[in-house]
C-alpha cells in the first residue's frame, strides 16, 4: 500500500494555496473582509473553510464519479450546505430501527383541524405524520401522529414560523390540537447502546463524520465523534493588505430609485497571498470511526482539486501550490509533527519585495534524512 493511503499510521501534512485579487475567507464580523491578524496583516483562512471545500469535493465526487450505488453511501456529507443536522441523525435511528421517541397519535374530528393541517402542508417538521382521510368514500379515518424527538428549542422554532403562527393565530383549534399531542409524547429512552448504534451508522454513511467527526448529540442522540483528521487555520506567509473597492450596477433594486443613474456596491479582496497550513491524521481516532484507504484517496483528492469547484468572483483566482504528506510507518509515529514541517520552508526572493504571485517564492523541501520509518509524498507542486 501507497504509504499515504494507509489509514494505520499516522500522517502528518503541509497545504500551500495562493489567491490573486480575490478573498479566500470573508470574516462576516468585519464587514466579510479578508481574514487577516491584526498584529502581524497575515492572512488567515480558517479550517472550517478548508473542510467545507473538501466537503463539497466528496459531495461532487459522490454524485458524478461514482457509477456503483453500493459505492455511493459511504461518502455522503452530514454536514450539508444548508441541511438539517437533526434529520440526519433521524435517519441513523429510523434505518437502524431505533425508536425516536414515544409518539402520541389522535383521529382527527374536528373540521377545522384537518384544514388547517392541510394548510400547514410542507411547514410540517418530518417528526409530524399527517395521514390525510379519504373524501371520496369518507372510510378512512384522518390521523395525526408525532414521533416525540423534537426537543423543546426545536418545537419553539416550528410554532415561531410566520405561516404557522399566523395559521395558529386564526386556527385556534389547530393550534389546541397540535400542542396537546405534543404534550402526550415523550422524548426516548436515554440509551447508550440506541447512541452507540446510531453512532456506528453515521461514521459508516458519512465520510465528513468519519474524517473530521461530529457533535450529534442534538434532538435524537448520536454521540459526539473526535475526527482523526485535523486541520489548522492557514496562514499566510507574509502579510497582507486587504483592498474594499466600490463597484457600480446601473440597474437599481426598487421602481422608487428609477431616476438613478446607479447604485454602489462593494468588493473586498487582497491582491495577493500564498498561505501555508498544516494537517493531521490520527490512526487512532480512524479507527474508531472506520477510515479506510478510499477515505484517506479521497480526502488527498480533495486537496488538491477542490480549489476548481469553489470558484467564484469573489474568490479570485485561489489554485494548491504544493501538498507534502509526512506518513509514518506506526500508529504512534517517528518524529514530532513540528520538526517535520519545518523541512518545508517557503521564502520571499531577494529581488521582490512585495510579492504578486508564486514565482516571486522559492519553496524548498529538505528530504535528506529523513527519521527512520517516515516518508515523504509530494501530491503537488508549483
Not at 466528496?58 to 459511504?74: F, G, L, R
Not at 400542542?179 to 451508522?201: F, I, Y
Not at 513540528?338 to 528530504?367: G, M, Q
Request: aromatic letters at 10%; glycine letters at 8%; hydrophobic letters at 35%.
Amino acid at each position: 500500500m501507497t504509504s499515504h493511503l494507509n489509514p494505520d499510521v499516522r500522517h502528518d501534512f503541509v497545504l500551500l494555496f495562493d489567491v490573486v485579487d480575490g478573498n479566500p475567507n470573508g470574516d462576516p464580523d468585519g464587514g466579510n473582509m479578508p481574514r487577516t491578524d491584526v498584529e502581524t496583516s497575515q492572512g488567515l483562512v480558517t479550517d472550517v473553510s478548508l473542510k467545507r471545500k473538501a466537503r463539497n469535493y466528496v459531495s461532487i465526487y459522490a454524485e458524478y464519479e461514482i457509477e456503483n450505488d453500493d459505492d455511493k453511501a459511504p461518502f455522503k456529507i452530514f454536514v450539508e450546505h444548508r441541511g438539517v443536522l437533526n434529520n440526519q441523525i433521524r435517519r441513523a435511528y429510523v434505518e437502524e430501527g431505533i425508536a425516536v421517541g414515544t409518539s402520541s397519535r389522535d383521529v382527527i374530528t374536528k373540521d377545522d383541524v384537518l384544514s388547517g393541517l392541510r394548510e400547514l402542508g410542507s411547514n410540517l417538521p418530518s417528526a409530524f405524520t399527517f395521514v390525510d382521510n379519504d373524501e371520496d368514500s369518507g372510510e378512512v379515518d384522518a390521523t395525526f401522529e408525532y414521533s416525540g424527538e423534537l426537543s423543546d428549542d426545536e418545537l419553539k422554532e416550528f410554532y415561531d414560523q410566520d405561516e404557522v403562527a399566523e395559521l395558529f393565530k386564526q386556527n385556534k383549534e389547530l393550534s389546541k390540537f397540535i400542542k396537546a399531542l405534543v404534550k402526550k409524547a415523550g422524548k426516548p429512552a436515554k440509551n447508550r447502546d440506541n447512541a452507540e448504534k446510531a453512532q456506528k451508522w453515521m461514521c459508516q454513511n458519512f465520510y465528513d463524520v468519519r474524517m473530521f467527526g461530529a457533535v450529534m448529540s442534538t434532538g435524537l442522540n448520536a454521540g459526539q465523534v473526535r475526527g482523526p483528521m485535523q486541520l489548522t487555520f492557514a496562514r499566510s506567509i507574509d502579510p497582507v493588505q486587504p483592498t474594499d473597492l466600490a463597484v457600480t450596477r446601473v440597474a437599481v433594486t426598487d421602481a422608487k430609485d428609477r431616476e438613478k443613474l446607479q447604485t454602489i456596491g462593494r468588493k473586498t479582496l487582497i491582491p495577493y497571498g500564498l498561505f501555508k497550513g498544516y494537517g493531521f491524521y490520527s490512526p487512532h481516532l480512524a479507527a474508531q470511526t472506520g477510515v479506510t484507504k478510499r477515505d484517506l484517496e479521497r480526502f488527498w483528492e480533495a486537496l488538491v482539486k477542490m480549489w476548481e469547484f469553489d470558484r467564484s468572483a469573489s474568490r479570485g483566482m485561489m489554485a494548491p501550490r504544493g501538498l507534502y504528506v509526512f506518513s509514518h510507518d506506526n500508529k504512534i509515529g517517528r518524529a514530532p509533527a513540528h520538526k517535520l514541517f519545518e523541512r518545508i520552508t517557503v521564502s520571499l526572493k531577494e529581488s521582490v519585495s512585495v510579492p504578486r504571485s508564486f514565482d516571486d517564492y522559492t519553496v524548498e523541501v529538505n528530504a535528506d534524512n529523513l527519521p527512520e520509518g517516515i516518508s515523504l509524498t509530494r501530491l503537488t507542486e508549483g
